[in-house]
């Protein structure tokens, strides 16, 4: 593709694409010399080499080939925690852990006034992330506020974070990372006996194998991020990726649902309405065309896009 500098450079979008990344992140990266931003003489703008963009795309995939190895043959190519841990060393999991535990409590019932920063916002002062809970299997009830971490030694990061923290008896203190955590239940025991906050929890990697194993369809979608090609299902954001990517020129959404709006709207109160067992049937002359329109019909409500699972045989049907 061309632009304004030729082929020796690419701009933040071109960029960003290469990457597999949003574009803040790219800017991100360009603050912290990640990546340097070449000088281009009477431009503002961001603009990076060609050949340093590819490196680090060679470099991030090596990562994610590392984290999601050949298809198994024994279940349905999902991570566990082991993979989580390998994944706690890539550059993608500091920006993309916070999403993740985003995605966790968001399809959590029970939990709302949730606030989770992520990717390029996971950097910035305060609190990585906000909720409110009635109590789960995984979470206490209360006000919930989360301090988040990749680092290696989990104990020392969990430590400062709680250190750095002001008591409040009316917040559960709650520190997460992607890593297996030996002694996260004695040192969650040993803060919560200094009364500091009303109560203390430690999430680690084998935590949030449990947790994904009940909510399917961020199951799928951390594991296609790791790599993995689950069998016979896959997330409707990977769908429309894989889809987008092979129509030529690149068909934007919105093609799919112009002059579809009772029918959109259809779709959205049949999927928000409560349960009634009812089957709803989408009809068009081609499949694809029918996935397009789901996939633009729920793309503005984000929790609703977040939930779809495209399955495509009786196996994966039987395990979701």
């Known amino acids: 593709m061309q632009n304004d500098t030729g082929d020796t450079y690419m701009n933040v979008r071109e960029t960003a694409r290469v990457l597999g990344v949003h574009e803040n992140t790219v ?3 360009a603050a912290t010399g990640l990546l340097v931003s070449a000088q281009i003489p009477g431009s503002r703008y961001l603009r990076f080499e060609r050949a340093a963009v590819l490196r680090l795309q060679q470099e991030r995939g090596r990562t994610a080939s590392q984290v999601g190895p050949g298809l198994r043959t024994d279940g349905p190519e999902l991570i566990t925690a082991n993979e989580l841990n390998r994944w706690a060393d890539s550059l993608d ?15 959590t ?3 709302t006034n949730l606030d989770i920063r992520g990717y390029e ?3 910035a002062h305060g609190w990585d992330g906000r909720a409110t809970s009635i109590g789960s299997f995984i979470l206490p009830a209360g006000e919930l ?16 974070d709680f250190e750095h923290r002001e008591a409040d008896p009316s917040l559960t203190f709650v520190a997460a990372t992607p890593r297996n955590w030996a002694g996260a239940a004695e040192w969650a025991d040993e803060r919560r006996a200094e009364l500091k906050f009303a109560d203390v929890k430690a999430i680690d990697a084998h935590v949030i194998e449990q947790w994904l194993i009940q909510t399917p369809f961020v199951h799928y979608w951390i594991s296609e991020r790791l790599g993995y090609n689950p069998r016979g299902a896959r997330t409707i954001e990977r769908w429309w990726a894989d889809f987008s990517s092979r129509t030529r020129p690149k068909l934007p959404a919105d093609l799919f649902v ?4 009772s029918q959109t709207e ?3 109160e049949a ?12 009809q068009a002359p081609w499949r694809d065309e029918v996935l397009a329109f789901v996939f633009a019909s729920l793309a503005p409500e984000t929790q609703l896009l977040q939930r779809t699972i495209v399955v495509e045989d009786a196996a994966a049907w039987a395990r979701l």
Do not use: Q
Not at 258 to 261: D, E, V
């Open 121 to 123: 916002g996971a950097a």
């Open 27 to 29: 800017r991100n990266w």
């Open 145 to 160: 506020r989360f301090e988040f971490g990749t680092n290696r030694d989990s104990k020392t990061k969990a430590t400062s």
């Open 109 to 111: 019932p029970g939990i």
């Open 266 to 268: 259809a779709l959205r």
């Open 258 to 261: 112009a002059g579809r709006g």
């Open 271 to 282: 999927l928000t309405g409560a349960p009634d067992g009812e089957v709803t049937v989408v």
């Open 93 to 107: 999991s500091k920006g993309t852990f916070p999403d993740l535990m985003r995605r966790l409590l968001a399809s």
